[in-house]
């Protein structure tokens, strides 16, 4: 888990930098990180109504949130 990546993720989803957010999306080697960024972008450009949206959004931050205050440091093998 690279930190860096969550705290950009972070940033560009409160800031609304949707764009920044895909390029990570696909630059990040977190493969998890990157589902959860796609699931978001995938319901903001294609969700029907403002609660899905919103809910994908709420999520994304919530799961952002949870990651980055974890303390111990995940490895991946």
């Keep these: 888990m690279n930190m860096v990546d969550y705290d950009k993720a972070m940033y560009f989803t409160l800031w609304g930098q949707w764009d920044d957010l895909l ?3 696909v630059r990040t080697d977190d493969d998890f990180l990157s589902k959860k960024i796609e699931t978001f972008l995938h319901a903001y450009h294609y969700g029907y109504d403002e609660t899905t949206i919103v809910g994908s959004h709420q ?11 974890q303390d111990t440091p995940v490895y991946y093998v």
């Design 59 to 69: 999520n994304l931050i919530h799961y952002l949130e949870h990651a980055i205050t």
């Design 23 to 25: 390029v990570l999306m």
